[in-house]
């Protein structure tokens, strides 16, 4: 059965840090752009970081650039997003979601094939 799992999230004070890992199942993500996106009560679901097939290329929301990080190993099929410095702004459920073969990493939301199902992040005071 394909799958994405995520995993990692759960509650965090304002300024910790966080690592969300996305693993996949019957699917591999090596050679594929990975995204990572967001959504927020009452909010739109955003597109906060994504990889391209290499790991060379990386993209971030301004919202949180310099303070998350994407990154992969291909080997355990498995895409990380470290968060620091966290913001109650940051209270999200988080998704991953694979991109296209070879592509390249993306500030716009794209059409993606595969979904996880989310992980909640709720930074607090």
């Known amino acids: 059965q394909i799958q994405l799992v995520e995993s990692g999230g759960g509650l965090v004070q304002v300024g910790g840090s966080l690592r969300l890992s996305c693993t996949a199942s019957a699917l591999t993500f090596s050679l594929y752009a990975v995204d990572w996106f967001r959504q927020a009560p009452g909010k739109e679901r955003e597109i906060v970081a994504s990889?391209?097939?290499?790991?060379?290329?990386?993209e971030y929301a301004d919202s949180v650039k310099g303070r998350f990080a994407i990154f992969r190993n291909d080997a355990k099929n498995t895409i990380y997003l470290e968060m620091k410095s966290g913001t109650h702004e940051d209270t999200a459920v988080y998704y991953c979601?694979?991109?296209?073969?070879?592509?390249?990493?993306?500030?716009?939301?794209?059409?993606?094939?595969?979904w996880g199902q989310g992980t909640q992040v709720t930074v607090s005071s």
């Open positions: 990889i391209s097939w290499s790991g060379a290329v990386k």
């Open positions: 979601a694979r991109g296209p073969f070879y592509g390249s990493a993306t500030a716009i939301a794209r059409v993606n094939d595969y």
